[in-house]
């Protein structure tokens, strides 16, 4: 592993108008955690230039549980990768608001291993299929985020603590093939927040698993994110995810169509 690879994410690895707000004041005061300006991301195949994310111009507050809807293939994945700095955008800024007093980061002003360490220290990411290391016990995948960000103390009590609150306190040492998909996503869950991040990201975190225990694992999630405060990033197909969402945005072939928070604030 290179000081800078990043094994939590690597495995995945495989417009309208702008709602514009002063920076520090959203619904109910909530400040701006996170805005897009211009974000566009495209692809060239064969010549010919394929835009997957066209122009997205929005902001996100502090706290907010936002779903992201639309077809296969409409970018959903395309704009968590861009906020996340695992994918950089073609064109456009993705800037976060870490705290009042702190300085705005600018994605796109970081360089690819500036954007790794960013991310393993404020954001937290939960896959559809999981991408916990196989080699590492339910544990030691918990400890992983603490240890990369250079901590060393409490660190196995701390992901303990956590695995207990996700019901895997009895499967510290299993490895992951051990354990159920639901089990495995769980531990997925405890690592995505075991560093008590700005911000949680989560790729259709059930999409990989049966409605019974997908519909225990979403419970779970936003027990653990939204519930506690913390904002909430979702890609989802599914309805009764939606409907517990503070807003929808909905994107069609790269193109922002709809987004809940828009249509009450403008057309109210
Ligand atoms: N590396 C790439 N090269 C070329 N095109 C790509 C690449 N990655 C993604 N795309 C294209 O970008 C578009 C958006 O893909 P994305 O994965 O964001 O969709 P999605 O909404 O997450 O779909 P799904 O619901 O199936 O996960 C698709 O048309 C996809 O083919
Ligand atoms: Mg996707």
Known sequence: MTLHADPLTKPQISKTAGMRTTANGGPNGKPVL???EGLTKSYSEAGTSHVVLDALDREFYAGEFVCLVGRSGSGKSTL????SGIDAPSA???TIYPAADAAP???TALSEQERTLFRRRSIGIVF???NLIPTLTVQENV???????GQRRNVRAKAAALLERVGLGNRLDSYPDKLSGGEQQRVAIARALVHDPLLILADEPTGNLDEETGGSVLELLLELTSGAGKTLFMATHAAEVTERADRVLHLERGKLVSDDLWRTTHHA
């Open 34 to 36: 996170i805005r897009l």
């Open 80 to 83: 968590l990768n861009l906020i």
């Open 92 to 94: 456009g800024d993705v």
């Open 105 to 107: 980061v600018h994605l």
């Open 128 to 130: 559809q299929f999981f």
């Open 143 to 149: 400890t992983l985020p603490l240890e990369l960000n």
